[in-house]
């Protein structure tokens, strides 16, 4: 009788334990959610886009401070009104920066490159990023090169076709245009 009561004793304390700590952890990730959400629409550049743009703020010139200007748009478009698909994402390309290859191209082609596993052809690449501005046809593969600028920065995307569907995306090649 006395080891039941004992067993009993110990079995309401562990299960006393057991609730203290599952209210201890439920408020810590309770707190650690809620200061996560509170910063999930954040924008963050680098140390090295901080000095940048320190520099072309001090310039006061129209031309660097546009850039910025584009950038924190895209930005809060994105956050405000996200695309919920490529089509609504090339027609805000359309609206914007287009026939131009800036920040907008740049995010139509990484979100093409995503879609590359549902193998993207040919015929749909050139329908929302316009004909290559370089193409190469090797042996049974043929690559296409488009140059874009993306924050400023000059970059080259090559896709690789392989009878008429894309197979591989290299985005953000620092190749400069011919």
Same mark, same amino acid.
């Given at each position: 009788m006395r080891i039941r009561m004992l067993t009993t004793a110990v079995l309401i304390g562990l299960l006393a334990g057991s609730v203290a700590l599952n209210v201890a $952890?439920?408020? =810590? +990730?309770? *707190? &650690?959610? #809620? /200061?996560? *959400? /509170?910063?999930? +629409? +954040? $924008?963050?550049?680098? !140390?090295?886009?901080? #000095?940048?743009l320190l520099v072309d703020l001090n310039s006061a010139s129209s031309v660097r401070l546009q850039k910025w200007t584009d950038r924190f748009q895209q930005y809060v478009d994105q956050q405000t009104n996200p695309a919920h698909n490529l089509d609504e994402l090339y027609a805000r390309y359309q609206a914007v920066e /287009?026939?131009? %290859?800036?920040?907008? $191209? =740049?995010? @139509? !082609? @990484?979100? !093409?490159?995503? =879609?590359?596993? +549902? %193998? &993207? /052809? #040919?015929?749909?690449? &050139? #329908?929302?990023?316009g004909p290559p501005d370089e193409s190469e046809i090797e042996k049974d593969r043929e690559v296409l090169c488009y140059h874009y600028t993306e924050n400023g920065s000059k970059r080259s995307a090559f896709v690789i076709l392989s009878n008429g569907i894309a197979i591989s995306f290299m985005l953000d090649a620092h190749k400069e245009p011919k």
């Open positions: $952890f439920w408020r =810590a +990730d309770r *707190a &650690v959610t #809620k /200061a996560i *959400a /509170a910063h999930q +629409d +954040d $924008f963050s550049i680098s !140390l090295i886009e901080c #000095k940048e /287009a026939p131009g %290859h800036s920040n907008r $191209f =740049a995010e @139509l !082609l @990484l979100n !093409l490159s995503v =879609a590359e596993r +549902d %193998h &993207v /052809a #040919k015929s749909r690449l &050139v #329908k929302y990023l």
